[in-house]
């Protein structure tokens, strides 16, 4: 039993230790079966939160939303710079049509909870759970990418999502089916910012 154990933890460890950024030019416009992305947020729910807040909140974009989604970010762009060119109006109008599902994972705060809970805790909860959600997008071969860029703190963008005060959008999770595997990226050596202390 402590051998099977062992080996599921190593699957989860190899897991971890792999996870890749997937660019959207490499999903092939293929959405996830909602059965999947339905365990994906189920996976998300084990995220560690203290108080059991549940702050996350997800939104699941799709189909036509892509493209009220694209609106969205051409109005914040006009808004931050009412001179903006058409292209760059345009390109904002195009970015969500580059992956056939996104996600946006917002940290709605309670206030009310601190300082047992402190804010910053229910934001790292959040982040702790869309983590959990692109791991278990890419164990289940899928392609995932955690976007942020300027629209993730606009204020029109984050009126669109009903976020308020210290509500936070933490980032668009893109997914999409991948033809081919996923990148591969050198990662640091965990020694050079480790330290004994005490």
């Known amino acids: 039993m402590a051998d099977a154990n062992r080996q599921t933890s190593n699957a989860v460890l190899d897991g971890l230790i792999s996870r890749s950024s997937t660019p959207p030019r490499l999903f092939d416009g293929v959405s996830p079966k909602r059965s999947d992305i339905d365990r994906m947020l189920e996976a998300a729910m084990s995220a560690p939160d203290h108080g059991m807040v549940r702050p996350w909140r997800f939104h699941i974009i799709e189909g036509d939303a892509r493209y009220k989604l694209g609106e969205v970010f051409a109005q914040a762009l006009l808004v931050r710079d009412p001179v903006a060119p058409t292209g760059a109006v345009d390109k904002e109008r195009r970015r969500p049509l580059r992956a056939p599902t996104i996600i946006a994972v917002c940290a709605k705060v309670d206030p009310s909870r601190a300082p047992k809970v402190p804010?910053?805790?229910?934001?790292?909860?959040?982040?702790?759970?869309?983590?959990?959600?692109?791991?278990?997008?890419?164990?289940?071969?899928?392609?995932?990418?955690?976007?942020?860029?300027?629209?993730?703190?606009?204020?029109?963008?984050?009126?669109?999502?009903d976020l308020v005060d210290q509500d936070e959008l933490l980032g668009f999770v893109y997914l999409g089916c991948i033809d081919g595997p996923r990148p591969t990226k050198e990662r640091p050596d965990a020694n050079k910012y480790t330290s004994v202390w005490g």
């Open 119 to 161: 804010v910053v805790e229910q934001i790292v909860a959040t982040a702790a759970a869309m983590e959990h959600l692109v791991i278990a997008a890419q164990s289940m071969g899928y392609g995932a990418i955690v976007l942020t860029g300027r629209n993730a703190h606009d204020g029109v963008v984050r009126k669109a999502f």
